[in-house]
Structure formats: structure tokens, C-alpha cells
């Protein structure tokens, strides 16, 4: 074999390795030691997120516990590692997590309910049916004040559902904020009770499974 092909054979070989080399020259390796590998999108995060993560686009959300968006990624990334196993990340009430996206979007509307039809003779009852004033929310929601704003600017949530104010209205000293408790991960609002699903790394799920406990 002459030079020339033995060297046109070389930068074959080296041709073939260089995609390689790139592709694994981002790993777990390079992360610092302030940083922790994030699997899902094959990225360096910092421990407990930066200092000032930007606000969502419009239109889109992340959930309240342990994430935050992510502008270089263009989604929501964690604060901390994963715990293994981990259920899917809980949005506030109204959003739902799309896992391909890494981010919480709007629930689609559900179909309207039709009206119930009334029997004959009912419409006469309801002529003559007292006024009773408009409620300020639809039924099973509840109207919390909005912090911050006009005492009369309000907005309608499902206590029984929502994180940040789970059992009341948190603008009220109500309920319970299940994003603030104390090593847990992933929280949901069941029935007006946080949930802790998973804990940060040093804590374990308490035996009523609405707290955690440092290890």
C-alpha cells in the first residue's frame, strides 16, 4: 500500500470518528460541580436553577415546584435532579404537562354541558322565582382576591385542585401553598390536601404522605 493510500485510508477513518467525537463531547462528564446532568434534554443545569429565571412566554407555563424556563432550551428544565421514578411534574390548575414539550400549556376546554331541559310547566315557576344575586365565580370555584391589585380584583380558582392555594384562597391566609413544603418535589392539591408524590435528595415522604422528612 503506497503513502497516498495509506493516508487517504487515515483521514477516512478520522472523517467517520469526528460525529462521534461531537456528539459525545457534551455529556455528564462536563458538567461542573455547581451543575448536574439533565438526561431528558442532554444538558448541564445549575443546582437550584439560576438566580432570576425569566417569566414563561405567554401562553406558556411551568410547574410552580422546583422549575423554572429555561430560555436556552426553550422549555422548563428543574432546579434539582429528578428524583428516579418521578410522577410527571403537576401544573397549576388550568394547565396540563405536555412531557414532549417540557412544558405546561392550557387545558383544552372541555365540551359545554347542555343546559337541563325543563319540564312542562316549570317555566312558570321560574317566572315568578325569586332574583338571588349573580355569583361572582362559576359553581365549584371560588373568588380569591388578587394580591396586589384593586380590592375588587378577583380570580376564580378551584381550591380543590390548586397547588398554591390548596383548600383556600392563599390572598385570604387560607389553604395551603403544597410548592412550599419543605423538601418535596413533585406536590399535587388533592381534594383541598397537598400530596407529596417525591422528595429532594436528604428527605423521604412522610407516613401521611403530605410532608417530607429529612433523612
Not at 430560555?71 to 434539582?80: A, D, L, M, R
Not at 376546554?109 to 343546559?115: D, G, I, L, Q, R
Request: glycine share 10%.
Amino acid at each position: 500500500m503506497t503513502l497516498i493510500t495509506r493516508l487517504g485510508a487515515a483521514l477516512v477513518v478520522l472523517a467517520t470518528a469526528l460525529p462521534f467525537v461531537a456528539s459525545t463531547s457534551v455529556s455528564s462528564n462536563s458538567c461542573k460541580t455547581n451543575e448536574f446532568w439533565y438526561e431528558s434534554k442532554g444538558c448541564c443545569l445549575p443546582h437550584g436553577g439560576p438566580p432570576a429565571p425569566p417569566p414563561p412566554p405567554k401562553g406558556h407555563d411551568c410547574p410552580p415546584s422546583n422549575y423554572y424556563w429555561n430560555t436556552n432550551q426553550g422549555c422548563c428544565t428543574p432546579s434539582h435532579p429528578p428524583p428516579p421514578n418521578n410522577p410527571p411534574p403537576q401544573c397549576r390548575d388550568g394547565w396540563s404537562w405536555y412531557s414532549n414539550l417540557h412544558m405546561c400549556l392550557p387545558t383544552p376546554p372541555s365540551s359545554p354541558t347542555p343546559p337541563p331541559s325543563h319540564p312542562s310547566g316549570a317555566h312558570g315557576w321560574k317566572r315568578h322565582a325569586h332574583k338571588r344575586s349573580v355569583p361572582l365565580c362559576p359553581t365549584g370555584l371560588d373568588a380569591c382576591p388578587i394580591s396586589g391589585l384593586a380590592a375588587n380584583d378577583y380570580e376564580c380558582i378551584d381550591t380543590a385542585v390548586e397547588l398554591e392555594s390548596c383548600g383556600g384562597c392563599a390572598s385570604l391566609g387560607q389553604g395551603q401553598d403544597c410548592t412550599a413544603i419543605a423538601g418535596a418535589w413533585n406536590v399535587g392539591c388533592e381534594q383541598g390536601r397537598c400530596a407529596v408524590y417525591t422528595c429532594t435528595f436528604g428527605f423521604k415522604r412522610a407516613p401521611d404522605g403530605q410532608s417530607c422528612i429529612p433523612l
